[in-house]
Structure formats: structure tokens, C-alpha cells
């Protein structure tokens, strides 16, 4: 169940960050595309220039932006997979101990029957500490 849990919450993330990754390339196209038609409109090279270095520096600063975005999701999804994983081997590590001590009270049962001669189909239905 963990490892399904586990993956689901992956599938998730890569979703979105794929998500996140398309929506930013589309960003860039897009400034591409507008850095085109302004280029285009402007014949002096000088203008061309600055709206060039303009242009490059906030492609620069979207790449940095993404960057770090991604440096945070990563973060914050190993801090959910944490405070996760805590509570449910906690739940997994209680339950492993009731299992054994459950199978500690059949364990004894059955050598105490052993002990008695009792078989264990004369002792079905009743209590463990109670005697026929």
C-alpha cells in the first residue's frame, strides 16, 4: 500500500511539473514571437541592440525563475513525503506489534493445550484463560 501510495503522490508531482515546464516553454515562445515583431518594426540597429539585450536578459531571469521554482517544488514535496511517511510507518510499525503479540496468545495457547493433552478442537470456542 505505501509504495502505491508513494507512487501516486510521484505521479502527481511529475504531472505537474510537467505541466509547470510546458506552460514555461510556452512563456518563452511567446517572448520570443513578440521580441520578433518588435525587431522587425525597428530599423536602427541600435534599438535592435538593446531590445535584444533587453529581451535576452529576461529570458535569462525566466530560466533563473524556473530554476529556483524548481529547487522550491522539490523541497516542498520531499518536506509532504516526510511528514507522510512518518504517521504511516508509525501506523505499520503499531500494527506489526499487535500481529506478534496476537501471534504470542495463539503461540501460548497452543503449547498450553499441548501441555494438557488438550487437542485444539476441544478447545475451539472457548476463552484462553478459562478450563472444560
Known amino acids: 500500500m505505501k509504495k ?8 502527481a ?7 509547470f515546464t510546458s506552460t514555461l516553454t510556452d512563456m518563452e515562445g511567446e517572448v520570443q514571437k513578440q521580441y ?16 535584444q539585450e533587453t529581451l535576452t536578459d529576461m ?3 525566466i530560466q533563473e525563475t524556473g530554476e529556483e521554482l524548481e529547487r522550491t517544488v ?15 510507518m508509525e501506523e505499520l ?3 506489526r506489534k499487535q500481529a506478534e503479540s496476537i501471534g504470542s496468545r495463539i503461540e501460548s495457547q ?3 493445550n499441548k501441555d494438557n493433552g488438550d487437542g485444539a478442537d476441544e478447545d475451539e470456542g472457548q476463552d484462553p484463560g478459562s478450563s472444560a
Request: proline letters at 4%; zero cysteines; glycine letters at 4%.
Open 4 to 11: 502505491a501510495f508513494q507512487d501516486s503522490i510521484q505521479e
Open 13 to 19: 508531482l511529475k504531472k505537474g511539473w510537467a505541466d
Open 36 to 51: 520578433k515583431k518588435v525587431v522587425d518594426k525597428v530599423d536602427p540597429q541600435q534599438a535592435k541592440t538593446e531590445i
Open 59 to 61: 529570458g535569462r531571469r
Open 74 to 88: 522539490e523541497d516542498r514535496v520531499l518536506t509532504v513525503i516526510t511528514r507522510l511517511k512518518d504517521p504511516i
Open 93 to 95: 510499525d503499531n500494527l
Open 110 to 112: 497452543v503449547r498450553r
